[in-house]
């Protein structure tokens, strides 16, 4: 009998995978923790340790179904680090003689495997059987169109799987339920504790720190928060439905300086990992949203089923569609480097210390902290959208190139021109203020423009629309923008740019 090698990569932990549902003595897995993937950027620590312990339980429960699992730890002395040497040694010294592996979700690793050719090796490719539309489904939804409108694809996934529908018509006959889902957290007002898992990782977290690989962030080894198996993620979805569904909605946009997790599902690792389905999820909260509809509004559940088969789905296409030119755009041209308190949250904006600094200590920020906060103080100062990239993909837990550059360089940076977004997301303080319980006890003052204490936001804001005025004047969804400003006389406007130049200047002390 032929012996078959199939390869496992740290984000295809899919246990539902057709290959997984017959053992065969003659079929060899293989998985490998390495420093060609810990090192292509600085990883948050949290982020590298939820790999490892996730690939490690995932080749445990393969071994425990009966199957033969090769499994390359990082400080293997057979290691050599590489994902192509690795599997070339492999072949070599089990005399392979047919190689396989699911499609990677990563451009860079894609390129890698279509670029390996071993001698006298017959390859082939399989779905990772994960996603709810493939590239080439996406590419002829958009094919021909001017604009890659995310509602017009997402409308077209629910009547495709017939999520939220009656017949061909929307449940209720409306689409989207975006403008109910932008409160802020009502004084007083205590979200759900979290669901976290205080697992002891501390041997993974004394390989990582032995190998002298880079990280950032912290952790407590003795007791890791996140769901890296399939059960403890099916357990997070539980508590998901049964106790944020409620509410989910409603708050899906409020920030709050000491609630990290509010509402928020936290799924996301474990559904890029694919501990999770994106389907088997978008059911059971459906499910018990359809059980429950006396106290949940279909607001709530609506917001959650447009950020999965929505929004993901679309980035991914997105992505597949305009690599690997997309990780080159830079439609402002910007330039500038991140600040240095983006590494310890060191700052005296509030909005940004809380975070930056949640983002360093849990590996985690919501949608809104991401693109509101981060992503629009970064535009706002012409961070070059490398720094800005390298910083996402690096600092999040569920942070794979595929979710993360479309959702930065994209949505929040505006750096590919509008492919993903039909404005650049920015905002002054008066968005914070409206979402978000930072600014009442901010260093800064956010209702002033100029002069001591004021908050960066708002001349940086001006700035922004006045440098990119060439660009941006013309967008009708930022229209008033430009009326606002125009009508401004000519000495409030040079106050104005003073003041954002005095602060792009001494950006570092902030």
Request: net charge negative.
């Amino acid at each position: 009998m032929k012996r078959t090698l199939r390869l496992i990569l740290g984000d295809q932990l899919n246990h539902q995978h057709s290959w997984y549902q017959q053992t065969d003595a003659h079929v060899f897995y293989v998985m490998m923790e390495m420093r060609q993937e810990t090192d292509y950027v600085n990883h948050h620590i949290q982020k590298v340790i939820a790999f490892f312990t996730a690939m490690r339980a995932f080749a445990e429960h393969l071994q425990a179904c009966g199957h033969q699992v090769i499994y390359l730890k990082l400080d293997d002395e057979n290691n050599t680090q590489s994902l192509t040497e690795n599997l070339s040694k492999i072949i070599q010294e089990l005399d392979i003689e047919h190689f396989e592996h699911q499609q990677p979700d990563e451009y860079r690793l894609s390129e890698q495997l279509s670029n390996y050719s071993p001698v006298e090796v017959k390859t082939s490719v399989y779905s990772t059987e994960h996603f709810m539309v493939s590239p080439s489904e996406f590419a002829d939804f958009f094919k021909g169109k001017k604009t890659f409108l995310m509602e017009n694809f997402y409308r077209m996934m629910r009547k495709k799987y017939g999520i939220l529908m009656e017949g061909s018509e929307p449940l209720t006959g409306q689409w989207n339920y975006d403008a109910e889902n932008r409160k802020k957290l009502p004084n007083n007002h205590r979200p759900v504790e979290p669901l976290i898992f205080n697992r002891d990782v501390t041997d993974i977290y004394k390989l990582v720190q032995n190998q002298e690989i880079k990280t950032i962030g912290k952790v407590n080894p003795k007791a890791f928060i996140w769901a890296i198996t399939r059960e403890e993620s099916l357990q997070l979805l539980d508590f998901f439905v049964e106790n944020c569904l409620e509410n989910f909605g409603t708050y899906e946009d409020a920030m709050h300086p000491s609630y990290w997790s509010i509402y928020h599902s936290r799924l996301s690792f474990s559904m890029n990992v694919k501990l999770l389905s994106p389907l088997e999820v978008i059911e059971k909260a459906v499910n018990f949203w359809e059980a429950n509809q006396d106290k949940i509004s279909i607001s709530q559940i609506e917001g959650f089923v447009r950020q999965i088969l929505g929004w993901r789905e679309y980035m991914r296409g997105i992505y597949w569609t305009k690599m690997p030119d997309y990780e080159n755009l830079n439609y402002f041209n910007h330039d500038r480097k991140l600040p240095e308190w983006f590494w310890n949250g060191q700052t005296k904006m509030n909005c940004l210390k809380h975070s930056v600094g949640q983002s360093l200590d849990f590996a985690y920020a919501h949608h809104i902290q991401r693109l509101m906060v981060i992503g629009n103080f970064t535009l706002l100062s012409g961070i070059h959208p490398d720094e800005v990239d390298n910083w996402y993909l690096g600092v999040y837990i569920d942070a794979i190139q595929w979710v993360e550059i479309t959702n930065t360089r994209g949505m929040s940076q505006y750096a590919d021109g509008g492919i993903v977004g039909s404005k650049p997301y920015v905002a002054s303080a008066n968005y914070m203020d409206k979402m978000s319980h930072y600014c009442s006890t901010c260093f800064y003052d956010k209702s002033k423009k100029v002069g001591f204490k004021a908050c960066p936001f708002n001349s940086l804001y001006w700035d922004f629309y006045d440098r990119h005025a060439d660009k941006l004047a013309k967008n009708p969804r930022i229209g008033m923008a430009y009326v606002t400003w125009n009508k401004m006389n000519h000495e409030q406007k040079a106050e104005i740019l003073k003041q954002a130049e005095i602060y792009l200047n001494d950006i570092e002390n902030l």
